[in-house]
Every structure is written in structure tokens, then in C-alpha cells.
């Protein structure tokens, strides 16, 4: 066993002052090693200090839920007109409003209740993982399975999972601004150390959780896990503290206080009026109560809280995690994909294919798999012994400038580490050369990881008593290093001009070009490797790398282009090999739509910057500031705009962003916590199902909000008519009560519900500023209020000029108000689309809560005590056709509306 095993009794609970200490100290007090512990001891450890995670806040019980319900100003209102019908000792009224009260709690309890659960199980979808050493050997775990005393490496753009000691270090700086709020990354240093008093943001041996690595290596040990950690200790003090409201709800939620106070306005008019006429006092308060609370969409907060956790739920089906609700709104409106090409529009496989010394043709690697099965063939059949010499020095190059891993394991070959490192590893393996016989055979000395801003990494080996230095990297940050190139019969002077053609040849057929070069060189005792010592090198040859594209990609950019979505490629990648990835993704059609990052850079100011990138589709060679720089002025051109990526250096753009798209699989943290969505399989395709499933989910919301105000605004018609002309009121308090309940309360959520209507992308993005409450849906509203309240008003003044009773009239009226709305919620599932051209199959939850309406409505005539509470009572077949026949009315008209505006402004 690696790590000491301990009873849990003796077990630390955390290491006292651990920056003032040596490392070893540290090790000891842990009882671990640098080996890191056994799988045995870490579960041990695990078991007794629980998992490596903050409590979360407990998330309200359905109890809680229920009675958060009675919290509405809207509630208040309603409890208010039962206390008035309990004191005028009209039971029925008042027992009917309380059972509507605990009818609209059971539901808004249900859809909550449901929504939070959704939401919870979306967050458990994206798991953190961190490298660890057990037995050893370096495993990814999940990072809430670290105990103290466990081995961690860490590496640019990791969030840092525990308190660690750290105990080796390269280049490593890291950003605490989370603890600090200083926004400069500290420097850090494994070596230090330091007085016990030093504060927090001084303390340069050790890596806090929640931090961020944003650049550099480490190697640490875990001094604190969960609670047990500085996070922790401030975690717990927050803990607890209710969630932000996220901004669309905020702004519905003051579209909702503002209709009401309008609705009230009007409610307090109509009552003067009936006042004026005489009217009793408590029939005129349990009329504008009535009144009110049927016409305020109060239940569009609930509605549009179902709306998006169905949108959420869809989305990740499809591999879209939201992690921010305004971005389902966002995706409606974008206008430009700037995507990664690695991983999103490609596999993320990236194989050897070729090898290119200098001189020579080129020769094959085989295989298509991530696993070393495959050979090196030369171009003329058997190598010479030369040649096979050569092809053993490249590959020796190719493992010792490597930070990856390749090892075969119980259940098959495991790998880490970059995209490169392991298809090097892998294209060596197939030549006989492996990284641990590389190593036991040159003793590593000191490397130079590679950085994005470097391009390149390199090793300092011992070799036959000497130390010699291998590296590899980008052809143009190599060649400055070489002054030789191998050949068979030896290094000669480098052509440099030739060893370009020969990449060039690689790059246009879409290769990545890696380039491999050594030497020996002299390194004083007090010097430390780095860039300055790598010159004279000898480059010893070129490897071409591919990764396929998707096979979707190329559809899915289609798809966007047919939305009126701009898409551009950014990549590091030469351009010539861009080019022609982008060709194949029908992206460009020719090189003047390829801009480099060279070329950027020249631009001398923002008009400059904002012309290359208003013709441009690929963007190559472009460094981690540039991104930023590129999403900014595509901003300036007039876009909304959607950025992907996975790196700790897409952060700023990912932030600038209006929709930030991070890659679940092999994105660090820091872009994954930056980001707005998260891509569970890192697909491009899956980028343009968000943006399909954000459209719609921005129609269902229109339509749940063009339901909820239409019908309320033509109850207001209805009894705005009936008191200009002096007629009785057309339905009663509870009439009106039951109307919203029976009708509303059940067609709003089923509205959430409705799937797209199929061309969400052949139609161009909605304008980013477009509000909600837009010209087509005020024309929609009004014209559909009158026709229904008109309609209704009509139908109740004809039955009282016929001899009806005023309650039979207002029998009558109900049910053509309920008949009304059954029908007007098919107008609602679509803003252009003809109703007869949508199946009603497709939404089952609609067509069933709609018949569930109106058979409970019929069903009340038939019940004995709802009959008598609500002053109802059954109709003849005869006359709900008739009625029927009426409330159709509203469907032709808005059938003609949308045939009219589809002539006029087509369907999009």
C-alpha cells in the first residue's frame, strides 16, 4: 500500500498551517506519499470524511411548495372576497372561492414541484474531474472522491478541487480572485515557505479549492476537502441564501404587476359604474375581485417557469445543458456561430497519418483508432536501416516532449492528456517506442510544457552522459530552433524553403503539421531550462495529423445557413488547413474568406478589425486574446453572437459572448462555469438543436402569454360593452372564477408543452431587441379580444331580447366563453401556421386538457351543488351546437389574420 493506512480515530481533520511547513511534514502528517494512496486506503478515507463537496441548500419540500402558493398579492385578493362572502353569509360563494384556492395551489404545487426537480437533475449532469495519483498510476475520478493525503496534478485551466500543499510546480499561476477579489493571477511556487500569519492571498505553496489554474502545471497533495476548505469556511456562511431569479422570469414577473395594475385600473371603473347603477355594495366588490382575478394572467410566472424547464429538459435530451435560463431566450436571436473546429465540427480523434522527413517522401501510418493497432509503412516497401534509425529518433522526439499517457489497463487502453500528445504516443507505440522505455533510457532533467501561447513544448534529457533537448510543435516556432535537418545519410544544413513546401504539401490536404526536432546542448548547474537554451537544434521531421470531421457537421452547418445564421471556424490551425476543412464543411469558397491571426493583428484599429471580420468564415492561427477580439467586432457589425469553447483561455470570449457555449467533454472548468450552455458530446450539431429548441422554446412562451392576455382582455370587452349599454352584468363573481380555472388553468401548461412547428430554422433570427409584446402580438390580442368579447356580448343581449331569464342568459354566456377559449387555444399554437395544418396529435396534453375542459364544465351543469353555487344548469345538444357554431368565429377570423399577414409578410 501506498499511503499509510490509519484508524479513522487518529484521522486528521486538518493539517495545521501547511504553508509555513516543508512538504515532507506535510506528507508525513497525511501518512502519504508521493506515490499517492492505494485505491484501498483513499475509499477508506472517503468513507470517513465524507464526499468533497459543499452542502448544498436543501431544496424546498413539496410542503413548503404548497404553501408558497398562498404567498401571490393575487391570493390575498381572492381570501379577501371569501372572508367577505363568509360575513354576508354567502356560503356557496364563499366555499366555491376556496375550493379555488386550493384547486390553483394543488396545481401551481405540481408544476413547481416538477420544475425543481427538472432543475436539479440537470445539474447533476456535468461532473468535474480531476487527475489523481492511486497505486501510482494516474486516474481521472470524479473530484468529490478526493480525501487528504491524495496526489493531484493540476494544469492550465482546471479549477483547483481542494485545499492542497502543493509539492512541485511549473510556470503555475493561479487566479483566487473568487477568495481575494484580487483579479491578477498570484504566482506560484512549490518551494516556498512561508510565516504561519501569512495572509490568504500571500500564500504562494498552496492551491485553494474553487481557484482557478490559468496557467502552468502542479503537483499537489490535498489538505482539506468540502467544508474543511477556505471555500468551505465561506460557503458555510452563505449557505442558504435563496437563488436569484433568473432575468426573463424577473421581467415577466413586472410584465405580470404591470397588466394587473392596468386590469385593476379597469375593474375599479367598471365598479363605479355599477355602483352608479345601484348595485350593491358586496355584489360589486365580489364582482371586481372576480373580475380581476380572471382577467390578470396570474399564472404566467408558473406557466413560463414550466415553459423553460421543458425547454431544459428537451434540450438536454439532445445533449444541451442550460446552466443560465435567459440563454434559452438568447439562442431565439442569434445571428453568428463562432465555433472551435477540434472536437465540434470533428471527432476530436486526431490520428497520425503521416511522416515527412526532410527530403523524403512521405510515409503511412495506419490505423484509425486511438488504440496503437496499425503499422508505419514506407514509401518503398522495407525501410532501409537508415531510414528505420531515423523514424526511431522522430519517435523518441515524439514521447519525451510529451505530457500525455497511454498505458493498456484491465479493461482495455487508457489515455490523457492533449489531443496531440496521445496520437503521438500512439503513432509511436506502432513503431516499437514506447514513453516508459523512452524515459528509463533518457532520464527526464526539466521540460517546458506546452501553452497556448508558446506552441510548442520541449524535454531536457540525459543522453550518453550528455543532456540533450527534445521538442516539438509548430513548424514556424520550431524552424528559428534547427539549423540542421536530418536526412538517411545524416544532419545536413537546413532548407528551410523546402522543409515549407513539404508542410505546405501536408497542410492543403487538411493535415495538422507537427514538427520534431533535437539536440544536445549545455546547461549550467544554476541554470534553468527554458526557450533561450533550444537553438541549433537538428529537425528531424514532420508528422501530419487529421482529425475527420463529424458526420453531421457539415448538415448542421447547412441548417444554420438556411436559418439565416452566419458560421465562422476559429482554429490554431495552419491556414491552408483550415481551408480545407472548411471547404469540405462548404463554409468558404475561397481563400479571401480565410483571415489569420497574423492579420488581425495588423489592423490598426476597431474599422479595420471590424472589415476582416465581416467577409471572414475561418479564422486561422488565431491566439486565446483574439477571440476575444473577434467576438467583439462581430458585435460591432450588428450580431448576436454565440461563441464555443473549451479552454480557460475562451473564458473572456465565452463572457462576451450574448450566448457562451462550453464543451462538456473536454472543456476545463473555468469555461464551463463561464459559459451560458454546455455541449454534453462536444458536437456542433448539437449546438444548432439548442438553437432549434431555444426557438421554440421562445414561441411557446409568446403563445402561453398570447392565451393568458387575450382571453383576459376579452372578459374586459365583454363586461366594458354590457355596463356602456346598461345591460345586466353577463356572468357573476363565480362564473368568472370558474371560467379562469376550467379553461386557463389547465390550457396554459398544456401550451408549454407544444413541440415546434418544424421550420424554427428555415426562418432568419428574430431582431435582438424585439420585445415580447410585440405588433404582431398586440394585433393578434386585440383583434381576437373583440371578437370573442363582441361575440359573447351579442349572445347574451340577443337571449334577454328573446325572454330568457338573466340566468339562463348568462348560462348561456358561460359556456360560449368557455367553448371560446377551448377553440382559441389552437389559434395559439402558431402565429402564421394555418390550425388545420397542425396535427392536434402532437401535443396529446393540449387536445386532452382542452376536452377535459369543457367535459368538466359539462359536468358541473349535472352536479347538483357545483350547478347551484356557480347559478348553471344544462344545455340541449341543440343549443351547444349552436354555440359552438358561435364560438368558431374566433378561429375564422384569426385564420384570415394569419393568411393576411403570411401574404403580406410570408411566413417568416
Known amino acids: 500500500m501506498n499511503g499509510k493506512s490509519f484508524p479513522a480515530a487518529t484521522t486528521p481533520q486538518s493539517v495545521p498551517a501547511p504553508h509555513a511547513r516543508p512538504a515532507e511534514e506535510i506528507l508525513a502528517d497525511l501518512h502519504g506519499s508521493l506515490n499517492g494512496l492505494s485505491h484501498t486506503e483513499a475509499a477508506a478515507r472517503l468513507q470517513h470524511y465524507g464526499r468533497n463537496a459543499l452542502p448544498a441548500a436543501e431544496p424546498p419540500g413539496i410542503v413548503r411548495v404548497f404553501l ?41 404545487t405540481a408544476q413547481e414541484y416538477s420544475a425543481q426537480r427538472a432543475a436539479t437533475a440537470l445539474q447533476q449532469l456535468v461532473t468535474t474531474l480531476s487527475r489523481v495519483l492511486r497505486d501510482g498510476d494516474s486516474h481521472e475520478r470524479d473530484a468529490e472522491e478526493l480525501v487528504p493525503g491524495d496526489i493531484v496534478m493540476l494544469e492550465s485551466g482546471e479549477r483547483v478541487p481542494a485545499d492542497m500543499r502543493l509539492l512541485a510546480s511549473h510556470d503555475l499561476e493561479v487566479d483566487e480572485s473568487l477568495l481575494t477579489g484580487e483579479s491578477i493571477a498570484v504566482f506560484k511556487h512549490a518551494d516556498e515557505l512561508l510565516p504561519v500569519d501569512s495572509p490568504l492571498g500571500d500564500r504562494g505553496n498552496m492551491a485553494f479549492a474553487g481557484t482557478l489554474v490559468s496557467r502552468g502545471r502542479a503537483r499537489g497533495v490535498v489538505t482539506g476537502t468540502a467544508l474543511n476548505t ?31 395594475i392596468l386590469i385593476g385600473v379597469a375593474a375599479l371603473l367598471m ?73 465540434t465540427l470533428t471527432v476530436n480523434q486526431l490520428t497520425a497519418r503521416r511522416i515527412v522527413f526532410p527530403g523524403h517522401e ?97 524535454s531536457l534529457n540525459e543522453k550518453n552522459g550528455g543532456q540533450h533537448a527534445f521538442a516539438k510543435g509548430a513548424l514556424e516556432r520550431l524552424l528559428p530552433m534547427c539549423d540542421t535537418m536530418a536526412t538517411s545519410g545524416g544532419p545536413v544544413a537546413l532548407d528551410r524553403s523546402a522543409v515549407e513546401q513539404q508542410a505546405h504539401a501536408l497542410a492543403i490536404q487538411g493535415y495538422r503539421v507537427i514538427a520534431l526536432a533535437a539536440g544536445g546542448i549545455e546547461l549550467g548547474p544554476h541554470e534553468v531550462f527554458s526557450e533561450e537554451h533550444l537553438g541549433q537544434l537538428t529537425l528531424i521531421g514532420l508528422v501530419g495529423l487529421i482529425d475527420p470531421l463529424r458526420p453531421e457537421a457539415k448538415a448542421a452547418i447547412t441548417a444554420c445557413q438556411a436559418a439565416g445564421i452566419h458560421v465562422a471556424m476559429l482554429t490554431g490551425d495552419h491556414p491552408a488547413t483550415a481551408f480545407a476543412i472548411a471547404s469540405e464543411l462548404e463554409l468558404v469558397t475561397s481563400s479571401a474568406e480565410v483571415v489569420t491571426g497574423p492579420e488581425l493583428k495588423q489592423a490598426t484599429d476597431a474599422a479595420a478589425m471590424d472589415l476582416l471580420t465581416g467577409k471572414a468564415r475561418v479564422f486561422a492561427r488565431v491566439e486565446p486574446q483574439q477571440k476575444l477580439d473577434i467576438v467583439q467586432s462581430l458585435q460591432r457589425n450588428g450580431h448576436f453572437v454565440a461563441v464555443s469553447g473549451d479552454g480557460a483561455n475562451d473564458a473572456p470570449a465565452l463572457r462576451a459572448a450574448q450566448v457562451g457555449v462550453a464543451m462538456g467533454r473536454s472543456g476545463t472548468d473555468v ?79 398544456a401550451l408549454a408543452f407544444e413541440p415546434g412547428e418544424g421550420d424554427e430554422l428555415r426562418c432568419p433570427p428574430r431582431p435582438p431587441r424585439e420585445s415580447i409584446f410585440n405588433r404582431l402580438m398586440i394585433e393578434r390580442v386585440v383583434l381576437s379580444a373583440l371578437v370573442i368579447g363582441s361575440v359573447a356580448f351579442l349572445l347574451f343581449q340577443l337571449l334577454l331580447e328573446r325572454g330568457y331569464s338573466l340566468d339562463e342568459a348568462r348560462n348561456g354566456t358561460l359556456m360560449l366563453m368557455v367553448l371560446f377559449e377551448n377553440i382559441h387555444v389552437f389559434n395559439c399554437r402558431s402565429e402564421s401556421l394555418s390550425t388545420f395544418r397542425h396535427n392536434p396529435l402532437r401535443n396529446p396534453l393540449l387536445l386532452f386538457g382542452t376536452a377535459t375542459a369543457q367535459l368538466v364544465h359539462i359536468g358541473a351543469m349535472y352536479t347538483p351543488w357545483i350547478r347551484d353555487v356557480l347559478h348553471i344548469q344544462p344545455i340541449t345538444p341543440q343549443h351547444w351546437l349552436e354555440l359552438l357554431g358561435l364560438a368558431v368565429s374566433v378561429l375564422v377570423v384569426m385564420e384570415l389574420h394569419k393568411a393576411f399577414r403570411q401574404r403580406l409578410a410570408g411566413r417568416c
Open 68 to 108: 408558497h402558493q398562498f404567498t401571490s398579492p393575487l391570493i390575498y385578493v381572492l381570501v379577501a372576497a371569501a372572508v367577505v362572502s363568509l360575513a354576508i353569509q354567502e356560503w356557496s360563494d364563499a366555499g366555491f372561492i376556496f375550493a379555488v384556492l386550493l384547486l390553483n395551489a394543488v396545481i401551481g
Open 362 to 458: 512521405p510515409w503511412e501510418v495506419t490505423g484509425e483508432s486511438l488504440e496503437p493497432v496499425g503499422s508505419i509503412l514506407a514509401p518503398r516497401g522495407t525501410p532501409l536501416p537508415e531510414e528505420e534509425a531515423m523514424l526511431g529518433w522522430l519517435c523518441q522526439v515524439a514521447v519525451l516532449a510529451n505530457e500525455g499517457f497511454l498505458a493498456h489497463r484491465d479493461h482495455g487502453w487508457a489515455r490523457h492528456g492533449d489531443a496531440i500528445d496521445v496520437a503521438l504516443l500512439v503513432m509511436a507505440h506502432k513503431a516499437g517506442v514506447t514513453q516508459a522505455e523512452a524515459v528509463n533510457a533518457t532520464p527526464e532533467i526539466a521540460t517546458i510544457p506546452f501553452e497556448s501561447e508558446r506552441l510548442f513544448s520541449a
Open 230 to 260: 477556505e471555500l468551505g469556511r465561506i460557503a458555510s456562511a452563505v449557505l442558504g441564501r435563496p437563488p436569484t431569479k433568473a432575468p426573463l422570469l424577473m421581467r415577466m414577473e413586472r410584465f405580470t404587476r404591470r397588466v394587473a
Open 671 to 749: 469555461a464551463r462555469e463561464t459559459a451560458d450552455l454546455i455541449i454534453t458530446d462536444d458536437n456542433f450539431a448539437s449546438i444548432v438543436a439548442g438553437v432549434e429548441e431555444g426557438r421554440i422554446a421562445y414561441a411557446n412562451v409568446r403563445k402561453v402569454i398570447f392565451l393568458l392576455i387575450s382571453t383576459g382582455a376579452a372578459e374586459l370587452v365583454l363586461f366594458t360593452m354590457a355596463l356602456l349599454t346598461g345591460l345586466p352584468l353577463p356572468l357573476l363573481a363565480v362564473q368568472l372564477l370558474w371560467l379562469n380555472l376550467v379553461t386557463n388553468g389547465i390550457q396554459d401548461v
Open 271 to 343: 365598479a363605479g359604474v355599477a355602483l352608479g347603477r345601484g348595485m350593491p355594495l358586496d355584489e360589486i366588490f365580489l364582482l371586481a375581485v372576480a373580475l380581476a382575478v380572471s382577467a390578470i394572467p396570474e399564472g404566467l410566472p408558473v406557466a413560463l417557469t414550466v415553459a423553460l424547464a421543458i425547454s431544459m429538459r428537451r434540450m438536454a435530451r439532445r445533449h444541451v445543458i442550460v446552466r443560465r435560463l435567459l440563454a434559452v431566450e438568447a439562442l431565439g436571436s442569434c445571428t453568428f456561430i463562432a465555433t472551435d473546429k477540434t472536437g
